[in-house]
């Protein structure tokens, strides 16, 4: 088993199924966070809350399997990872963000 922590935009069935292919693992557990962030407000401090609202205690942070699809802000991406560091003691394994495909130019 291994938990999802998804920040960013919705992940399709293809993109569990990727994830479960690359991983190994065939059961996955998503979690969808809600990443609303305000900019007037310190962003570590709404980073530590948002983490602290998932409710996984520190032996989960430290021993479970995790993958994390990190938000699309790379400011507040970074400030993630960084508290996600400080709970778990390590980075955690984060799913490549792949470019839209755009349409070619006319």
């Known amino acids: 088993m291994m938990i999802v922590l998804n920040f960013g935009h919705p992940l399709t069935e ?7 292919v690359a991983t190994g693992q065939t059961e996955l ?3 969808q966070v809600k990443t ?9 401090d709404q980073i530590a809350q948002l983490i602290n609202d998932l409710n996984i205690n520190s032996q989960t942070w430290q021993t479970e399997p995790m993958l994390i699809n990190p938000p699309t ?3 507040i991406a970074a400030a993630l990872l960084a508290e996600l560091h400080g709970r778990m ?5 984060i799913k490549p963000i792949h470019p839209r495909q755009r349409p070619a130019a006319i």
């Open 14 to 20: 293809d993109r569990l199924s990727a994830i479960r």
């Open 29 to 31: 557990v998503l979690r």
């Open 36 to 44: 609303h962030i305000d900019p007037e407000r310190p962003f570590p």
């Open 73 to 75: 802000h790379n400011i």
């Open 89 to 93: 003691g390590y980075f955690p394994a």
